[in-house]
């Protein structure tokens, strides 16, 4: 394939950090990078589900102010804003007529990742997706989007009980012979595939560029048609430094300049 895929960063930049502006300019254009999420921080495990995350998401400002920084390098933006599938229709419409301004930007309405099918956790997030479906996107053009676990019968279950997911369904795995299994699976099923590729040192991981370029070029010629990068910034702790855990290192030198896996990344995309 010649024409370059679609490519979001999960995690974005926190608007805060230090070097925040030229780290959006590096994802932009070193990764080449189309939309990141919002800044991932650190939750309470004592608590957090994927239907109640806690401080894992930043606020409605924060993520506004990421949107008009990821805009200044012509990156949109995935934004978690849990007031748009409220059952309240004042909250959601509050919600709605604050991002208005800036809808241009989004690219979809994150709803949070992982949802287990066996959880109490997927009923919610079924519902809130008939709302962000039925009420938001006619509303505001602009949908709703879930990361899977990479089961088979998760995606399966997914495209059942949420069905537009034909046309952008995405699911994450690490292990590159279970992703190109998933993919050669499902991509003739739905329009739009992404698939997850991990470009962050953590756990027993330790992406090289030789690698992420290879298993994106494998997973596009599987029939992944969009990436999902792991992680574009580092994971970070309340003060804005990397959180130990996830930082080691990512596609954003301390500075906010590119590194190596920033240009694997972007090369991956076009290969």
């Not at 959601?92 to 099918?117: C, H, K, V």
């Not at 996107?137 to 990479?150: D, E, I, S």
């Not at 370029?213 to 910034?233: E, Y």
Request: hydrophobic content about 40%; some cysteine.
């Amino acid at each position: 394939m010649s024409s370059s895929a679609e490519t979001w960063a999960f995690c974005g930049v926190h608007p805060d950090a230090p070097s925040a502006a030229r780290a959006v300019q590096t994802l932009a254009v070193s990764a080449g990078i189309d939309a990141t999420f919002g800044p991932a921080m650190p939750p309470d495990w004592s608590t957090y589900t994927p239907a109640e995350p806690g401080g894992r998401y930043v606020d409605p400002d924060t993520y506004d102010r990421l949107t008009e920084l990821n805009a200044s390098v012509g990156m949109k933006t995935v934004v978690y804003d849990a007031r748009l599938w409220s059952t309240d229709a004042s909250v959601r419409q509050t919600a709605i007529d604050f991002w208005m301004p800036s809808i241009d930007w989004i690219r979809a309405f994150d709803l949070g990742d992982e949802f287990d099918p066996g959880s109490a956790d997927w009923a919610v997030l079924v519902a809130r997706w008939r709302i962000m479906i039925d009420i938001v996107y006619p509303a505001t053009g602009v949908g709703p989007f879930t990361n899977h676990l990479p089961y088979a019968e998760v995606l399966s279950k997914a495209l059942v009980d949420m069905p537009e997911q034909v046309d952008h369904l995405s699911f994450d795995s690490y292990d590159e012979p279970t992703a190109l299994a998933l993919t050669a699976e499902f991509d003739p099923q739905v329009h739009n595939l992404m698939v997850a590729v991990n470009a962050l040192k953590h756990g027993p991981y330790s992406p090289t560029s030789a690698g992420i370029v290879s298993q994106m070029k494998n997973l596009r010629a599987a029939g992944a048609d969009s990436f999902l990068i792991f992680g574009g910034a580092t994971p970070y702790n309340s003060d804005l430094t990397p959180d130990p855990t996830f930082g080691n290192r990512s596609l954003i030198s301390p500075n906010g300049a590119p590194n190596s896996w920033a240009n694997a990344v972007l090369r991956g995309a076009q290969s």
